[in-house]
């Protein structure tokens, strides 16, 4: 079982930015994948990020957040990161972290755990 605790959300303009952090229970957090999805009012959730277990940490990242989101993680504090950067309006949505077992996976049903989310807000 591995609890996932997201925070960091908040209210800002755009072109500010965010972090958000993902806090896992998880004493095996150096191996697990972590991903970030998002979901925005009436619409379905997304992909955003996801970075890998291994050492040097693989990422990969939604085009729609390219060159302004970036995922990282540090397994000593077993936290995943997600910096966000530029943002804009239709960033606006309940963004949460997810664990898995496949790598830089990009689909919802690869990932078998789930935090509560944290609302985003970003106001024009």
């Known amino acids: 079982q591995v609890q996932l605790v997201e925070s960091g959300g908040g209210l800002v303009q755009a072109g500010g930015s965010l972090r958000l952090s993902c806090a896992a229970s998880?004493?095996?957090?150096?191996?697990?994948?972590m991903g970030w999805f998002r979901q925005a009012p009436g619409k379905e959730r997304e992909f955003v990020a996801a970075?890998?277990?291994?050492?040097?940490?693989?990422?990969y990242s939604a085009d729609s957040v390219k060159g302004r989101f970036t995922v990282s993680r540090d397994n000593a504090k077993n936290t995943v990161y997600l910096q966000m950067n530029s943002l804009k309006p239709e960033d606006t949505a309940v963004y949460y972290c997810?664990?898995?077992?496949?790598?830089?996976?990009?689909?919802?049903?690869?990932?078998?755990?789930w935090g509560q989310g944290t609302q985003v807000t970003v106001s024009s």
């Open positions: 997810a664990a898995g077992a496949k790598p830089l996976a990009t689909r919802e049903l690869e990932y078998t755990y």
């Open positions: 998880r004493r095996s957090f150096d191996s697990t994948n």
């Open positions: 970075i890998a277990w291994w050492s040097g940490s693989s990422t």
